[in-house]
């Protein structure tokens, strides 16, 4: 089972960044959290996890994320690291 998402975002530096998490999560869980999607239950982990990255790093960040289910399967929190740093 799918516990975690991986999202390549942009945000404008005057916004904070928990502001962001906490309006990702909160549009989320409204569309979620109902009978016609079948996430009734829904609901986000306390907490985030997140890199900020250069322009450089953009393709091959978007590439991890279109791909997460087989790195997942076959890699650690360190090897994704050295993915998308290089």
Same mark, same amino acid.
């Given at each position: 089972m799918e516990d975690h998402v991986h999202l390549l975002l942009s #945000? *404008? *530096?005057?916004?904070a960044l928990s502001d962001v998490i906490k !309006?990702? &999560?909160?549009?989320?869980? &409204? !569309?979620l959290s109902n009978e016609k999607t079948g996430f009734k239950d829904f609901a986000w982990q306390d907490g985030y996890g997140t890199f900020a990255?250069? $322009?450089s790093h953009i393709p091959r960040t978007i590439r991890y994320v279109q791909n997460q !289910? $087989?790195?997942? #399967? &076959? #890699?650690?929190?360190e090897a994704d690291e050295r993915y998308i740093f290089g």
């Open positions: #945000a *404008p *530096p005057t916004l !309006r990702v &999560k909160g549009e989320s869980s &409204k !569309r990255i250069s $322009q !289910r $087989q790195h997942h #399967a &076959k #890699a650690t929190f």
